[in-house]
C-alpha cells in the first residue's frame, strides 16, 4: 500500500497553534464507520453520545518538560530533549556531596558541538550533563548529575517539546497535559485526551459510562514521517506501555456485557489492540509495543476511536483509515477542512463508532 495514499492537502491556518479556551469546546466530528456518515458536534456533548456501559479507555501519561536549554563550556547554547531513561530505577549518589545521578537517551542540537565527552551546564548549574556515546540514529546518552529529584530539576528549567509544527509558544504548561496525566514518561501529548475537563469525566461517569486508564509513554517517534513509498516498509517505533489489573477487568467485562470498548486516543488504541488475544480480552501487563494499524488489521478488542485530525502520510492517520476505511477517513478530512476545524495536536477531535 503506497504512502501517497494517504495524503490530503491542510491549508496552513488550520494547523492550530494554541489550545482553545475550554478544552470540552473543542469540535467533534462523529463519524459511523459502517456508512461513513458524519455528524457534527461539540466535545461537551459526549455524555449525550456515548451509551451507558460503554467503556473509556485514556491514557494517564504525563509529558515530561523535556526540552533542557545548556552551555557549552565556550559559550555555545545547545538544546538537549529527553527522550527515555537509560538506568530506569538506578540513580547514582555522589556521596561526596550528594549530587544524584542517571542516564537518558537524548536527541541533540547541534550535534557538531555534543561528540563523546562534552559537557554542558544548565541554568544556575544546579544540572549538568556529560555526553557518554553516540546510538542509533546520532542519538546521545547523556548522564545528568543534579541535586535533588530530577523531575522536580525538570520542572523548573525545561520546557515542553511541543510538535514541530507548533511556532506559537505554550504560556500554560499543563495544557499540554491530560486534566488526569499522573504518570511522568512522554515526550508528547496523547493529544485525543486534551478535551477532557474534570467536570465532564464527572458528567461521563454519572451517567454510567465506565472509565479506566492505561499508560503508553508516547516517543518523539509518533511526529516521525513515514520515508519508506510502500508504509509496509516503514520500521515502527516502539513505546512502553502498562495495562493495570482494574482496567483490565473493566474492559474485559465491558465486553462480556456486549458494552463498547472505546479507545480515547491512538495510544490507548495501540495498546490494547497489543495486548488482546482472539476474543478481544486483554490482560493486566507492560512492555513495549511497536505494534504499526494500518488498513487490513483486524480490530480485536476497540468498538470505537476518539483522536485528532493528524498530519497526512502519517501513520497516525494510517490508524485511523484502518478502523474506520481510508476512503470514509479522507472524506471526513474533506469534510472538517471544508467546515473549518482545527488540525493536529491543539486541534479539534473525532469520534468513530
Given amino acids: 500500500m503506497l504512502k501517497s495514499e494517504f495524503n490530503f492537502d491542510l491549508p496552513e491556518h488550520l494547523i492550530a497553534q494554541t489550545p482553545i479556551e475550554s478544552r470540552d469546546k473543542s469540535r467533534l466530528l462523529c463519524m459511523d464507520r459502517c456508512t461513513g456518515a458524519l455528524k457534527h458536534h461539540h466535545f461537551f456533548e459526549l455524555p449525550k453520545i456515548l451509551r451507558k456501559g460503554d467503556c473509556l479507555v485514556l491514557n494517564n501519561s504525563r509529558v515530561l518538560p523535556a526540552r533542557l536549554i545548556g ?8 538544546e538537549v530533549l529527553l ?3 537509560a538506568n530506569v530505577g538506578r540513580r547514582e549518589k555522589d556521596v561526596s556531596n550528594l549530587r544524584v545521578s542517571c542516564v537518558w537517551e537524548c536527541i541533540v542540537r547541534p550535534g557538531r558541538k555534543l561528540g563523546v565527552g562534552a559537557e554542558v551546564v544548565f541554568g544556575d548549574g544546579g544540572l549538568t550533563a556529560t555526553v557518554k556515546s553516540i546510538i542509533n540514529d546520532g542519538n546521545r546518552l547523556i548522564e545528568f548529575t543534579f541535586d535533588g529529584i530530577f523531575l522536580e530539576v525538570l520542572e523548573r528549567l525545561g520546557e515542553m517539546p511541543l510538535p514541530p509544527y507548533i511556532q506559537e509558544k505554550l504560556e500554560d504548561k499543563e495544557r499540554y497535559q491530560t486534566v488526569y496525566a499522573s504518570e511522568v514518561g512522554s515526550a508528547a501529548a496523547p493529544t485525543a485526551g486534551l ?5 465532564l469525566l464527572e458528567e461521563l461517569s454519572s451517567n454510567g459510562i465506565d472509565i479506566c486508564y492505561i499508560t503508553l509513554h508516547v516517543g518523539l517517534g509518533t ?3 513515514v520515508k519508506a513509498d510502500e508504509i509496509e516498509d516503514h520500521n515502527m517505533h516502539s513505546e512502553y506501555y502498562i495495562i493495570p489489573q482494574d482496567s483490565a477487568k473493566r474492559v474485559n467485562r465491558a465486553k462480556e456485557n456486549g458494552n463498547s470498548i472505546i479507545a480515547v486516543g491512538t495510544t490507548s488504541c495501540r495498546t ?3 495486548c488482546a488475544d482472539e476474543t478481544g ?3 493486566a501487563t507492560s512492555g513495549d509495543t511497536d505494534i504499526f494499524i494500518y488498513p487490513g488489521y483486524k480490530f480485536k478488542c476497540i468498538d470505537g476511536l476518539i483522536t485528532n485530525f493528524h498530519l497526512p502520510e502519517s501513520t497516525l492517520i494510517m490508524l485511523v483509515s484502518a478502523f474506520a476505511g481510508k476512503e470514509n477517513t479522507l472524506n471526513a478530512y474533506k469534510e472538517a477542512i471544508s ?3 482545527r488540525f493536529f495536536s491543539f486541534g479539534d477531535a473525532m469520534l468513530i463508532v
Fill in 339 to 341: 467546515m473549518e476545524y
Fill in 71 to 78: 552551555t557549552l563550556p565556550t559559550g555555545g547554547a545547545v
Fill in 195 to 199: 478535551h477532557f475537563t474534570d467536570g
Fill in 223 to 225: 511526529f516521525r514521517p
Fill in 281 to 283: 480480552k486483554i490482560l
Fill in 83 to 85: 527522550l527515555r531513561e
Fill in 272 to 274: 490494547l489492540e497489543s
